[in-house]
T-cell receptor, first 113, second 111 residues
Framework: DAGITQSPRHKVTETGTPVTLRCHQT?????MYWYRQDPGHGLRLIHY???????DKGEVSDGYSVSRSKTEDFLLTLESATSSQTSVYFC????????????FGEGSRLTVL | KQEVTQIPAALSVPEGENLVLNCSFT??????LQWFRQDPGKGLTSLLL?????REQTSGRLNASLDKSSGRSTLYIAASQPGDSATYLC??????????FGAGTILRVKS
């Protein structure tokens, strides 16, 4: 258990509304990631963070923003949700050891109607 | 661009059988490779991580091997059990944050 908590775990919202997903870690790892998982596309990186206020884009970042004001929290925001953003969102952390092992949260299932 | 392929896409075996899952990648310049399992509706659970300098890693009934020169990794599961039924994914780390996932192999172990 890598101490990763995602909230909310399930959310249904309407097109055009803002949505924020939260990832919380208890072990103060430097690297945190947001992925989305979709049938036929597998896991794709949205954004990642390498420290407080240090973030960068992944391969599918359009329509998403992130913030990291504290080491333990990494927020993913959909400013104006669209149906194409219906997905399961996973947060992950990478350990700071030499192995760089990745651990995932339980996921947040988002449905945009 | 790194591409990761997992074959087969699905596999059904009787309980007790030994099995091999395959993961191939196109760029051999990797930092490490990690195997995960994912149960329906759940997150990914890390199984094994192999560094680029290693040939294999073992954990219980699981053994993962890495052959960088041929761009292949295998996950060997000994004496399979119904509880092993899940989707197995491999992820190749090319350094930095260039982690590329395969599409996964759906394993069903029949009792």
């Amino acid at each position: 258990d890598a101490g990763i908590t995602q909230s909310p775990r399930h959310k249904v919202t309407e097109t055009g509304t803002p949505v924020t997903l939260r990832c919380h870690q208890t072990e103060n790892h430097r690297y945190m990631y947001w992925y989305r998982q979709d049938p036929g596309h597998g896991l794709r990186l949205i954004h990642y963070s390498y420290g407080v206020k240090d973030t960068d884009k992944g391969e599918v970042s359009d329509g998403y923003s992130v913030s990291r004001s504290k080491t333990e929290d990494f927020l993913l925001t959909l400013e104006s949700a669209t149906s194409s953003q219906t997905s399961v969102y996973f947060c992950a952390i990478r350990t700071d050891s030499n192995t760089g092992e990745l651990f995932f949260g339980e996921g947040s299932r988002l449905t945009v109607l | 661009k790194q591409e990761v392929t997992q074959i087969p896409a699905a596999l059904s075996v009787p309980e007790g059988e030994n099995l091999v899952l395959n993961c191939s990648f196109t760029d051999s310049a990797i930092y490490n490779l990690q195997w995960f399992r994912q149960d329906p509706g759940k997150g990914l659970t890390s199984l094994l991580l192999i560094q680029s300098s290693q040939r294999e890693q073992t954990s219980g009934r699981l053994n993962a091997s890495l052959d960088k020169s041929s761009g292949r990794s295998t996950l060997y599961i000994a004496a399979s059990q119904p509880g092993d039924s899940a989707t197995y994914l491999c992820a190749v780390n090319g350094g930095g944050n260039k982690l590329v996932f395969g599409a996964g192999t759906i394993l069903r172990v029949k009792s």
